[in-house]
């Protein structure tokens, strides 16, 4: 018996995930997951640490995230990816690991150079951008820098494994392993913040990189993949990866100049670069639940159909567009909405109160002014990456990162604005790139005149406009402390509040009335969102009730392995169709 569940749950984890909802249902539901267990991590931050205490853990992770972003995003997703599947896809599966054994020898040689320098360069860098930073905070600042190198390390391989099982159809694994990092943190700041104090968190990180590392060797060495060190500058391989991963490099570069800005002027307020990371760790989850999520979802699809037939690669995209949008903008809404008692649920614990709940919900809601669009860029850089054109949404990207760095100095260093500001530029910059990619994509591919997104736009704000302010009434109808303060003028004149007040109001200062009026509002806006859609005669509305049945079956493995006869999209080809 013990065997038999070990041999299905062995099936389960490695079945593949052959068409996009599929693929797309278990990246959302890990990506919730792994968000969920982030907003408990920080809860759990602020039980420990206040939020000038938190300053100095979250800025350490500027230069190691660098380093991350270079390697990982830049090489990964940009050259890796697609030289690897493309070998992948025409059988030859010698050469596909080839491939990555190479990838992983330059990976390694550039993490060892760059975290030298790190290392080396630390405390003068944080002394020039940290000017708000005391001596003391700079110091401890660069103690964490340097330790977490060390997690950096694991992440180099392990993203490398990521997009070895995302080439190969195998999404659960990949997805579990930002859980298990995040569970790492959590465990480990339980466990030893009352001793170690800022360092337990830390050094949480490095066993959460080594646990996102571990849990997808196994599946990785089963599929193949045998590491060696491999490097020859002559080899056509290295040419490219390089010629690939150039464009996205300098692309990186600008964004983390830009990162450097956001670091210089957040910590000139007191706090701030704390409130600004939390309320993004909230604004971006619609961005990662949904806007990713398909975006990763029907890339490798568009990828499939961009060289063979254009008009049904724009109809996989415009598809995708719609369902991005149709999910994201009320949800982007419905945060604003609901800012401050998500906030309080999120964060709200000893070190953190109120004031620092409103500065984090201003922050929050100035991201999700661009919400939509971030998540739409998401899919739309996709787009010229399956048209094989990298150049185009680097430019783009290059533009808005110095409008938002401009913009982010403007208001907060210029205009003296809190740190909501930052997060404002943050979307005004997402809201311009968005447009010139639109418009440059349209081009591109001979325009969507005949698919209609400008009505579908439209109808989308309407429902889930009206939705968003309908919530905005309830919240304050069933919280007691709107009432207490609009109504405080009865003292005044000598009365009270009816005995019945407490029959349709919540005393919201108490946590399970807080949890029951976000959760009776959010509900409302949902069902509402829906029967607006239904009646406005969005026809991405399917997409959700599609979904939602697949959910009521209550068959979570035999919807996460959906097979191709219930749903005819393949995302990708297997190796033996070729390409």
């Given at each position: 018996m013990v065997k038999?569940l070990?041999?299905?749950?062995?099936?389960?984890?490695y079945a593949k995930?052959?068409?996009i909802l599929?693929a797309?249902?278990?990246?959302?539901?890990m990506?919730?997951?792994?968000?969920?267990l982030?907003?408990i991590?920080n809860?759990v931050?602020v039980h420990?640490?206040?939020?000038e205490q938190?300053?100095?853990y979250?800025?350490?992770?500027?230069l190691p995230?660098m380093l991350f972003?270079?390697?990982s995003?830049?090489?990964?997703?940009?050259?890796f990816?697609?030289?690897?599947?493309?070998?992948?896809?025409?059988?030859d599966?010698?050469e596909?690991w080839r491939?990555?054994?190479?990838t992983v020898?330059i990976?390694?040689?550039?993490?060892?150079?760059?975290?030298?320098?790190i290392?080396?360069?630390?405390?003068?860098?944080y002394q020039?951008?940290?000017?708000?930073f005391?001596?003391?905070?700079?110091a401890?600042?660069?103690?964490?820098?340097?330790?977490?190198?060390?997690?950096q390390?694991f992440?180099?391989?392990?993203?490398?494994l990521t997009?070895?099982l995302e080439?190969?159809q195998?999404?659960?694994?990949?997805?579990t392993?930002?859980v298990l990092?995040?569970?790492?943190?959590?465990?480990?700041?339980i466990?030893?913040?009352?001793t170690?104090?800022?360092?337990?968190?830390?050094?949480?990180?490095i066993?959460?990189?080594?646990?996102?590392l571990?849990?997808?060797l196994?599946i990785?060495?089963?599929?193949?993949?045998?590491?060696?060190?491999?490097?020859?500058f002559?080899?056509p391989v290295?040419?490219?990866?390089?010629?690939?991963?150039?464009?996205?490099v300098?692309?990186?570069?600008?964004?983390?100049?830009?990162?450097?800005?956001?670091?210089f002027?957040?910590?000139l307020i007191?706090g701030?670069i704390?409130?600004?990371k939390?309320g993004?760790s909230?604004a971006s989850l619609?961005i990662a639940?949904?806007?990713l999520s398909?975006?990763k979802?029907s890339?490798p699809?568009?990828a499939?159909q961009?060289?063979?037939?254009i008009?049904l690669?724009?109809?996989?995209?415009?598809?995708s567009?719609?369902?991005?949008?149709?999910?994201?903008?009320?949800?982007?809404?419905?945060?604003?909405?609901?800012?401050?008692?998500?906030?309080?649920?999120?964060?709200?614990?000893?070190?953190f109160d109120?004031?620092d709940?409103?500065?984090?919900g201003?922050v929050?809601?100035?991201?999700?002014?661009?919400?939509f669009?971030?998540?739409?860029?998401?899919?739309?850089?996709?787009?010229?990456y399956?048209?094989q054109?990298t150049a185009?949404?680097?430019k783009?990207?290059i533009?808005?990162?110095?409008?938002n760095?401009?913009?982010?100095?403007?208001?907060?260093?210029g205009?003296k604005?809190p740190i909501?500001?930052?997060?404002?530029?943050y979307?005004?910059?997402?809201?311009?790139?968005?447009?010139?990619?639109?418009a440059?994509?349209?081009r591109?591919?001979?325009?969507?005149?005949?698919?209609?997104?400008?009505?579908?736009?439209?109808?989308i704000?309407?429902?889930a406009?009206?939705?968003g302010?309908?919530?905005y009434i309830?919240?304050k109808v069933l919280?007691?402390s709107?009432w207490?303060?609009?109504?405080?003028?009865?003292?005044?004149?000598?009365?009270?509040l009816?005995?019945?007040?407490?029959?349709?109001?919540?005393d919201t200062?108490?946590?399970?009335?807080?949890?029951?009026?976000?959760f009776l509002v959010?509900?409302?806006g949902?069902?509402?969102?829906?029967?607006l859609?239904?009646m406005?005669?969005i026809e991405e509305?399917?997409?959700?009730?599609?979904a939602?049945r697949?959910?009521?079956?209550n068959?979570?493995?035999a919807f996460?392995?959906?097979?191709?006869?219930?749903n005819?999209?393949?995302i990708?080809p297997?190796?033996?169709?070729?390409?």
């Open positions: 038999k070990f041999e299905e749950g062995k099936n389960f984890l995930q052959t068409n599929s797309a249902a278990i990246i959302m539901f990506v919730a997951a792994s968000r969920f982030g907003l991590r809860r931050f420990y640490f206040a939020p938190l300053d100095a979250l800025a350490a992770f500027h995230d972003e270079y390697l995003l830049g090489v990964m997703s940009s050259a990816i697609p030289i690897f599947g493309r070998y992948l896809g025409k059988g599966k010698k596909a491939v990555a054994s190479v020898t990976l390694l040689l550039f993490f060892t150079i760059i975290s030298v320098l290392f080396i360069f630390a405390e003068p860098f020039l951008i940290a000017q708000g005391t001596p003391e905070k700079i401890i600042t660069v103690t964490f820098t340097r330790w977490l190198l060390v997690a390390m992440f180099v391989v392990s993203y490398l997009a070895v080439a190969h195998r999404f659960l694994v990949s997805q392993a930002p990092y995040n569970v790492g943190i959590l465990v480990t700041t466990l030893f913040a009352p170690l104090g800022m360092m337990a968190p830390v050094l949480g990180v066993l959460g990189s080594f646990l996102h571990a849990i997808q196994p990785a060495l089963n599929l193949g993949f045998r590491p060696k060190l491999l490097l020859n002559k080899d290295i040419r490219d990866i390089s010629k690939l991963a150039i464009p996205r300098v692309e990186l570069t600008f964004f983390q100049i830009k990162r450097s800005v956001d670091l002027t957040a910590s007191a701030g704390t409130y600004f939390f993004d909230l619609p639940l949904f806007g398909i975006a979802a890339f699809q568009m499939l961009s060289g063979k037939n008009e690669f724009k109809q996989t995209f415009i598809s567009f719609k369902e991005i949008l149709f999910l994201v903008v009320p949800t982007t809404i419905f945060l604003a909405v609901l800012r401050l008692p998500l906030v309080r649920l999120a964060f709200g614990a000893q070190y109120w004031q709940t409103l500065d984090t201003y929050v809601s100035a991201f999700c002014l661009g919400g669009a971030y998540a739409l860029s998401l899919l739309l850089n996709r787009g010229f399956a048209l054109d185009t949404p680097v783009v990207s533009f808005t990162i110095f409008l760095a401009v913009l982010g100095i403007l208001f907060v260093v205009f604005l909501w500001s930052l997060a404002l530029a979307s005004i910059a997402g809201i311009v790139q968005v447009i010139i990619l639109y440059l994509f349209a591109r591919v001979g325009g969507f005149a005949d698919y209609k997104i400008g009505q579908v736009f439209v109808k704000i309407l429902a406009g009206v939705s302010l309908l919530m309830l919240l919280d007691r709107a207490d303060q609009k109504l405080s003028f009865f003292r005044h004149i000598g009365l009270s009816p005995t019945t007040f407490d029959l349709f109001v919540l200062r108490y946590t399970v009335n807080l949890v029951a009026v976000t959010a509900l409302f949902f069902l509402l969102y829906l029967a859609s239904y406005l005669r509305l399917q997409f959700v009730l599609r939602l697949k959910i009521s079956r068959r979570l493995p996460l392995k959906e097979s191709e006869s219930q005819t999209e393949p990708a297997t190796p033996n169709n070729g390409s």
